[in-house]
């Protein structure tokens, strides 16, 4: 595991063993599920270290839900950085990857490379994703080749939704489930240690799952995969709105962060806040001393303005 990064992007040491790519691989064949979230900041992080997550993704799902865009495509590498390496900080065990976002990989196997390897040097990622089959399976190939580990992502990848008709399950005909196929046994042949099935029909994940040896990661793909994820805020409830069919809420946080801030404002304005344990206290001597200090102060600034008025 990378923990260290000439950007101070480094990890707190691990308490257990530190989740590999090889951990994986056994989860994979021993049949135990792999449990994978999305975190973007350092409290996110702690949240999933200490939930006991096997894999963590700063997903490009950030662009959305902590930065406000309108999709995953405006992101800058820079952003994802910037949350990558406050991941970093936070986390000790789960396997960290990052995502790499839409612009930074598909031009050339050069680009590609050069974008991972920062993930890895600036924000200590121990890995990163990609999305799409097609040229995305020579920019896997590459990024492998140069030693980053990479997984890939088929079936709805948002960063190219429009391409697909929108954030719309994708396989639901015979020739398009086989192309989501055929791109994940390219990705797996590229060298990819695991791959993302994003919202197809669970039949096509049943047809697939056995031709493919790495670990498969679902989300709105069924329960044959090896693993699931879901976002962090979906799956918290931290979003106003509607959520995808695949999400299933297990907490209603964003309830509960408007409850709290209410109540404080409330406290405020009827001035029920601070009460006296949250302040400080000085010792009665300090303040009499204190008093007679301002004292001394008012008097000469009496004289100073007086000397201006004459
Ligand atoms: O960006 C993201 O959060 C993702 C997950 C949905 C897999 O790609």
């Known amino acids: 595991m990378s923990a260290h990064t000439n950007t ?13 790519l090889s951990s994986l691989a056994e989860k994979k064949a021993l049949g135990e599920p ?14 999933a270290e200490e939930a006991g997550v096997d894999v963590v993704l700063v997903g490009d799902s950030a662009a959305m839900t902590v930065l406000g865009y309108p999709s995953t495509v405006p992101v800058s590498v820079d952003e994802m950085l910037m949350l990558s390496a406050a991941v970093r900080r936070g986390l000790r065990t789960p396997l960290m990857v ?11 196997d050069e680009q590609a490379v050069a974008t991972a390897q920062r993930f890895v040097k600036e924000a200590g990622c ?6 799409r089959g097609g040229s995305s399976v020579e920019r896997a190939r590459a990024i492998v080749d140069a030693g980053i580990p990479v997984m890939g ?11 697909l008709g929108g ?14 196929a055929t791109d994940a046994l390219a990705l797996e042949q590229a060298g990819c240690f695991a791959i993302v099935f994003e919202a197809i029909p669970s039949d096509v994940t049943d047809l697939t799952m056995p031709r493919l ?27 106003d709105g509607h959520a995808a069919r695949f999400v299933k809420r297990y907490a209603d946080v964003r309830a509960e962060m408007v409850r709290g801030v209410h109540a404080f404002a409330d406290d405020v304005r009827a001035r ?20 007679e200090l301002l004292g001394e102060e008012d008097s000469a600034n009496e004289q100073f303005s007086g000397e201006w008025t004459l």
């Not at 101070?8 to 590999?20: F, L, M, N």
């Not at 979230?37 to 702690?46: E, K, L, R």
């Not at 709805?156 to 939704?161: G, I, K, M, R």
Request: charge should be negative; hydrophobic fraction near 40%.
């Open 126 to 131: 121990d890995a990163v994703k990609l999305e």
């Open 167 to 180: 954030y719309r399950s994708q396989g639901r005909t015979a020739e398009r489930a086989l192309e989501v």
């Open 34 to 47: 792999i449990a994978m979230i999305t975190a973007y900041d350092y409290p996110s992080a702690q949240v």
């Open 98 to 108: 990052g995502d790499l976002p839409f612009g930074s990989y598909e031009v050339s």
């Open 213 to 239: 040896e790495v670990p498969v990661i679902g989300i709105g793909a069924g329960p044959a995969t090896d693993g699931q994820v879901l976002v962090f805020h979906d799956l918290l409830g931290i979003y």
């Open 272 to 291: 029920r806040y601070p009460e006296p344990e949250h302040g400080y206290t000085m010792a009665p001597d300090e303040v009499a001393r204190l008093a």
């Open 153 to 163: 992502h088929v079936g709805l990848t948002p960063q190219t939704a429009t391409a």
């Open 8 to 20: 101070g992007a480094v990890a707190p040491p691990a308490k257990g063993k530190p989740v590999t």
